[in-house]
């Protein structure tokens, strides 16, 4: 069997770990395909058929932090959100922690009836429900967004940008506390912790008003900013601002609404609260959609070719704390209780509902004034937060026209929280942060293992070319270059396609062993065989057949004949007809699987040519070595296809060559072909005489030649071979035919 030579890959592995670097490990393919692993294991329990995929990258200057269209999760692992973190453990966690906030939405987020929220737009017309309008200021924001929605096509399309935003702020909240809720391990740990780092980041309404007068941000961006806030953490930080500050209101009274939709299931109530706020908070998104407006007619007049969903996006961008969530074409995952059922509430959806008595509370003990937080009211009062006088900046008494409110002549001033801290195990801390720097570990040493096997390879495929060189090919391939070819590494497309139909496949192999690993078996251990016809031992149990076959003897332990196999394959262009190509990469596949599996040596090669430079290349191709570094040599063979011209000789002398210096008793050499070489100057009577010629020098030392025809031209292949032909008439039996062949010379 093939041996990976463990100390040589030792010794490349600590060569290489130390070098990998942050930008290294959080954008590898083997990091990406860990958090594959993750979410295939997590989301079974939801029958998910669907592999998500993971597209990890680092650029620094990128302002996208993480999205996802419901198929793939892309993560860029060079973000700020990321690299200001310091220590790889914590910010593994982060990367994690957006995975984890990401297979939220992939899980939870209905992509189908958000799609469907920003068309219907397009038809002037609300989905699912209509606003519920409270107030005759709702009345009249609703008449006036449609007019404006109306009156321009790009007043439309700011519109529905802005929709789909809002609507990724409501849902970031909902799928956060429904995976906290219902993965409290690595994933909702991991999100806990980006969550706690997020919020501490979160800017105060103070910092939000400064924003408003530096022309950074509009009035509009501050809400949007306090509705996630409120939405993903249950809390609003006001900075140094009182509550009576109309952006503050404004989010006060869409409370009871936003708690609504966050408790709910359905998806129907969420995008029913985007309708609400988006009427209810109109006329700071007209002013808003209006600076964007102007800033898209300077940037056409400069020729910048900015669109405005360009524009909108970029003024919403310095929201802090916003995923991006792309347009997807699939529902959430089916669960048991159905759509529109309320769960449980979360930690934070317990935080997030007060109580009046807890306000009233605060109020009479003056601890109110120190609480970052938000007291819910009835919908019907929040409702009424904002109009009339208090719409014109005018304080009322809060108290007055909500019940249960902090007084506002008690809370002019909003220092930062003093109580609602969250506090945490130790253990169980320490127990996910050893998790984390297990799993780095792990990851570590399967990069530094790839990057020093990459060397190996590569080293490897010196020493073939330098092998190649060194090898008489006699005159007629006089001036003829040999170039091998073999990957270092193993492409993920090829890892795919080989999983996708290696299924049927295997299953021959294994159908193929099964009768013949038995017989290994009884032959490596003896033992007694039964039912001779002649013999000097009488078998008493078998007096009473009448067959006659009541003779018995011990077989000796016998040693199986040591074997090692070589496959050629023709990978001339010819190949392409009636998928002959396809059938040998099965054939190649089987045989390797059967060689493997029973601990038989296997090279596999395919062979063409090629032009470079000028010069005509016979080209080799290494699919398959006797010593493997990184085990991926059956991902190699999906690389197997029709290429060029053959030149035959060349090639079945390289292999002759590599199979002759192994020490197994019995080499077998194997060539699949579709019909007669032909490359300049390389065909005919010529070629002919080569190939006999090749076949008889390799067989004095030891080789078995089998030439198995499947093309057209079955007549001049055996006429080349002679007893070595073996006719594939039916191209389904080559991987029987050849495995067979393999078979006949271990059983003796």
Request: with cysteine.
């Amino acid at each position: 069997m093939s041996r990976v030579n463990h100390k040589l890959v030792k010794q490349r592995l600590n060569e290489n770990r130390s070098k990998i670097t942050d930008r290294q490990f959080f954008s590898s393919r083997l990091l990406a395909g860990h958090f594959e692993d993750m979410a295939a294991a997590q989301t079974r329990r939801y029958h998910y058929n669907r592999r998500v995929r993971v597209n990890l990258y680092w650029k620094p200057k990128e302002e996208h932090t993480a999205s996802t269209n419901n198929q793939v999760i892309r993560i860029n692992a060079g973000s700020p959100t990321v690299t200001n973190v310091k220590g790889r453990e914590n910010r593994y966690q982060m990367v994690c922690g957006l995975f984890a906030h990401e297979l939220g939405h992939v899980l939870y987020t209905d992509f189908l009836l958000g799609q469907t929220h920003v068309n219907s737009l397009s038809a002037y017309r609300w989905y699912p429900y209509p606003p519920d309008l409270k107030t005759l200021e709702d009345v009249r924001n609703e008449k006036e967004f449609w007019t404006y929605a109306k009156a321009d096509p790009k007043n439309l399309e700011a519109i529905q940008y802005t929709a789909h935003f809002l609507s990724n702020v409501i849902e970031d909240g909902y799928v956060e506390n429904r995976m906290l809720e219902n993965f409290p391990g690595t994933l909702g740990y991991a999100l806990e912790q980006f969550r706690n780092r997020q919020f501490k980041e979160m800017p105060t309404v103070t910092d939000c008003i400064e924003k408003e007068e530096s022309g950074e941000m509009q009035a509009f961006g501050s809400i949007l900013q306090l509705l996630l806030s409120y939405a993903k953490f249950g809390e609003i930080k006001y900075g140094d601002e009182p509550l009576s500050d109309p952006r503050i209101q404004m989010v006060f009274g869409l409370i009871s609404n936003i708690d609504s939709a966050l408790l709910s299931r359905s998806a129907k109530e969420r995008l029913s609260a985007v309708n609400l706020i988006l009427v209810r908070c109109w006329d700071y998104l007209k002013e808003f959609l209006e600076i964007c407006k102007q800033k898209l007619q300077d940037a056409e007049s400069s020729s910048s070719g900015s669109s405005v969903t360009d524009v909108v996006a970029g003024a919403l961008h310095v929201i802090a704390g916003t995923s991006e969530e792309g347009a997807g074409d699939s529902a959430p995952v089916p669960e048991s209780g159905g759509a529109g059922d309320i769960s449980e509430p979360s930690p934070v959806a317990i935080k997030r509902a007060w109580t009046h008595k807890d306000a009233e509370k605060d109020s009479k003990d003056g601890s109110g004034a120190g609480v970052s937080g938000n007291p819910g009211g009835s919908s019907e009062a929040a409702g009424n937060c904002l109009s009339g006088d208090d719409a014109t900046g005018k304080q009322k008494d809060v108290s007055e026209t909500e019940e249960g409110r902090i007084p506002l002549q008690q809370t002019e001033t909003v220092s930062e929280p003093v109580s609602g801290s969250e506090e945490r195990n130790d253990e169980y801390q320490r127990e996910c942060y050893e998790r984390a720097a297990s799993d780095i570990e792990r990851i570590l040493d399967k990069m530094a293992e790839k990057a020093a096997c990459e060397q190996l390879e590569n080293d490897r495929l010196r020493e073939l070319n330098e092998a190649a060189q060194n090898i008489s090919y006699g005159d007629i391939h006089a001036g003829v270059n040999i170039r091998v070819n073999r990957m270092p590494s193993v492409e993920e497309g090829h890892i795919e396609q080989y999983h996708a139909i290696s299924g049927p496949l295997l299953t021959i192999s294994r159908q193929l062993q099964k009768s013949l690993v038995k017989q290994l078996q009884e032959n490596r251990r003896g033992g007694k065989q039964t039912g001779l016809i002649m013999g000097r031992r009488l078998d008493a149990h078998a007096l009473c057949r009448n067959d006659g076959k009541v003779f018995y003897k011990h077989n000796l332990p016998n040693e199986i004949p040591e074997l090692a196999v070589g496959l050629l394959l023709d990978e001339s262009g010819s190949m392409r007809s009636c998928d002959r190509c396809t059938y040998a990469r099965a054939a190649a596949i089987i045989l390797y699987d059967f060689c493997q599996s029973l601990e038989i040596p296997v090279i596999i090669y395919g062979h063409s040519t090629e032009y470079d430079s000028g010069k005509n290349y016979v080209a080799l191709y290494s699919y398959a070595e006797f010593e493997s570094f990184d085990q991926d040599d059956k991902y190699r063979l999906m690389d197997i296809g029709a290429r060029s011209e053959n030149r035959d000789g060349a090639a079945l002398r390289y292999v002759a060559e590599q199979l002759s210096k192994r020490t197994e008793a019995v080499k077998m050499l194997i060539l699949v072909s579709d019909g007669q070489p032909y490359d300049d100057d390389y065909y005919g009577t010529a070629a002919e005489e080569d190939l006999r010629g090749i076949k008889q020098e390799y067989q004095r030392k030891g080789i078995l030649f089998v030439a198995a025809a499947i093309g057209d031209d079955k007549e001049n292949i055996q006429r080349i071979y002679g007893d070595s032909f073996l006719d594939i008439t039916d191209l389904n039996q080559l991987p029987v035919k050849l495995t067979a062949v393999v078979k006949k010379h271990i059983i003796v």
